[in-house]
């Protein structure tokens, strides 16, 4: 087990390395890549503890929230954090779920 993590350490470290490096739109691929990775892996989390969240929609609020980071210029963070939580709660109340409002929450804060 320690082995395959230093391996994967030797492979993986100097790509990471190379894009931080590059900075900019690279950088910001890389920390996106891993945003919706580290998503993906909560929501596969809640799914398995029984849960419906929208995972489609946490994944995607965790790649504008990222991008928005990097574009500081823009102030649109808010109105978009707005409609997500907004939209997000009334795709959850028609899903017909049996538990609507833990699905909502579990959708809004993979994404927060």
């Known amino acids: 087990m320690l082995r395959d993590r230093v391996l994967s350490a030797v492979v993986l470290i100097p790509p990471i390395v190379?894009?931080?490096?590059?900075?900019?739109v690279w950088f910001l691929g890389l920390i996106m890549l891993l945003?919706?990775?580290?998503?993906?892996?909560?929501?596969?989390?809640?799914?398995?503890?029984?849960?419906?969240?929208?995972?489609?929609?946490?994944?995607l609020a965790i790649l504008v929230i990222i991008a928005s980071a990097y574009w500081t210029g823009?102030?649109?963070?808010?109105?978009?954090?707005?409609?997500?939580?907004?939209?997000s709660f009334v795709v959850t109340l028609f899903r017909h779920d049996p538990q609507p409002v833990t699905a909502w929450a579990w959708t809004v804060s993979g994404a927060l």
């Open 74 to 87: 823009t102030p649109a963070l808010l109105p978009i954090l707005t409609a997500f939580i907004i939209l």
């Open 35 to 59: 945003g919706a990775l580290a998503g993906w892996e909560f929501y596969a989390l809640v799914r398995r503890g029984g849960s419906a969240a929208l995972s489609w929609l946490g994944i």
């Open 18 to 24: 190379l894009l931080a490096y590059w900075g900019g």
